[in-house]
């Protein structure tokens, strides 16, 4: 049995692809209340370049970022610069890891 990601990855990956497919363009983006949500669980609206995205979704994403961040640890599609070839790379990162992180 396999056991699903936590919401805060799953929130993560997947504004993170919108915003991937979406790099060479202006975005708006509309962060949404609960009101304003198709009925059902929550997720990522996307219209051309306008992305919508629910809070219950926002902040869990955010707190994952913070995680990423902190620990220096690069995730799949998130280039990291070494600073020793000046070339984007995913191995040995520039980042260091913090002791507090803020959740």
Partial sequence: MTSEPPLEEVAFNELSSHLNDLQDRILEIEILSSASCPPGPPRILRDGNCIGIPKTLLVPAFKHALTILALG???AGVVVTDKKNDEDAVS???MKRRDN???
């Fill in 92 to 94: 040995e990162p520039t």
């Fill in 101 to 103: 992180v803020l959740m």
């Fill in 73 to 75: 640890r690069p995730q």
